[in-house]
């Protein structure tokens, strides 16, 4: 293979899961593997899809030594939580794998699951399993997260549904959120239930590397193109359109809906929402378009 | 909390997953959370129970930087695999999260990948999600995977159920395994499916970090004690019985099982398995017996 002696870094995450992931066999029940926010798999219950999510924060890259441990706790299991949102569904059970230093306090592993606790708690999400193994003195602790999760098969959001036209929108505002906000935020669970309930959505994620990464992935996925309003895109105080764009970890909703649903859209949500911000950024076009051609975003690699 | 300021290999994996684990709510859906091999759930249907497992190999301390790619990638699904095995059960759905250096070359995630499949492959399991993510240019890499299960309510066999006078048998031979076992293991799946098809066990658990440190959790956690005969303990050629009992890594199937059934076992093994050995090693007696008393196996920290 020609590419195969390239360096992980200069082919991205994408391509690189792409790749490996597209010679896998998959089972007859697997309605989505790789590449969407979750996987997505049939179950005995007609009527519902099971969701399964697995992601990882290392020390250094998602958070510091300094980090407080309760935060870094509820960062690991509410990044997942999110990726269950941007697909409809509800959490249901947790498992934690814990990679630590030897050194490391028992204290310090307390307060981080007083952390997933924290997270877990307002969907009754249980903590069904957890190992710790050491990562050696000189290792580089990590938090990995498997979370399962439920949706009605008639409300399960994908990324690559959207349709050329359909408006795009994002929850919350952008940017900046190493002030804090990758720390603390709330997944957008009763925001994305109440939308797949009250709405047909045609495709939807969470911002995670940040729209200028993500609004491609989904328009690709969707094989569409888009094209959006720059100074439309909801700003953090402070946070300059570039940061709003390329921070990343916003964990906010992007999706996209028919234009004849919008206006109907934006008074239900000011009514049921009235402090988060729902804001028209744009829509999806027919593919090739990309306008303006964004570029940036967290780059894993 | 007076123990909080204490190291974590101060107290010992065990005692820290009982400590973090114990407040954590579940709920009532859940029938086995943390301290069994996987973690069991009731599911739409009636008949089975869902098994869900996480378990992670971090370079330097389950594998070598020189270790080949597809051995690792081997190694890691092949571990949980064992797990579910260890419930009596069929594995079902993988998710793999990566921590690499952004150094790494894509012909050695390629390669780790072919491991994966090969382990997943006899079993159809579908690898239904990965993701990467970066350690930074001096972290640790290591493989983490998630895996559910399936396996009918009536056959699941957990570590707790286990009964004062029941033997206990070992599948294969101890010791060794870093001499290559440990990465070439077969999870002994078909095995344990024809026991608990065929049999009652009380209880059985797979042997990961040595009999020395796994029988007394069995024990413990059936709330008896038990009694073995350390010469009766099959061993890798070359292992002495202290490596048997220590070395740990022999994914092998530790179960107990009614005296009057054993005759019958034995003489329906060997002529179902009659290239691997099941061994009679002891029995489980009363709480507080442990004779010998077992120390030693695989420390986390």
Not at 107 to 120: I, Q, R
Not at 162 to 170: A, E, N, R, Y
């Amino acid at each position: 293979m020609a590419n195969s002696s390239k360096k992980i870094r200069e082919i991205g995450e994408d391509l690189l899961i792409k790749r490996i992931t597209k010679n896998l066999p998959l089972g007859k029940d697997v309605v989505a593997g790789a590449g969407d926010d979750c996987a997505v798999i049939t179950s005995n219950d007609p009527q519902s899809y099971v969701l399964l999510k697995i992601d990882c924060v290392i020390e250094e890259i998602h958070y510091m030594k300094s980090t407080p441990p309760s935060a870094v706790g509820y960062k690991a299991l509410s990044r997942a939580i999110s990726d269950i949102a941007a697909m409809g569904g509800t959490p249901k059970h947790a498992m934690i794998s814990l990679s630590l230093r030897p050194e490391c306090n028992v204290s310090y592993v307390n307060s981080l699951y007083h952390g997933l606790s924290k997270a877990s708690s307002p969907y009754n999400i249980s903590i069904v399993g957890g190992e710790t193994a050491s990562c050696g003195e000189n290792g580089t602790p990590s938090v990995t997260v498997s979370l399962t999760g439920q949706v009605r098969k008639d409300r399960c959001c994908f990324r690559s549904k959207g349709k050329s036209g359909h408006i795009l929108f994002v929850t919350g505002k952008l940017g900046k959120s190493l002030n804090g906000h990758h720390l603390r935020f709330t997944p957008r669970i009763e925001e994305a239930q109440w939308l797949t309930k009250k709405f047909k959505l045609s495709a939807m994620m969470d911002l995670s590397d940040g729209l200028a990464s993500d609004l491609p992935r989904l328009a690709k996925s969707s094989n569409c193109g888009y094209s959006i309003e720059k100074n439309q895109i909801p700003r953090t105080r402070g946070a300059s359109i570039q940061e709003a764009l390329c921070d990343g970890e916003d964990y906010e909703l992007l999706f996209a809906i028919s234009s004849k649903d919008c206006n109907k859209l934006e008074v239900a949500w000011q009514k049921k929402f009235p402090s988060l911000t729902l804001t028209r950024i744009g829509k999806l076009s027919p593919k090739g378009n990309a306008n303006p051609d964004l570029k940036g975003g967290w780059k894993h690699f």
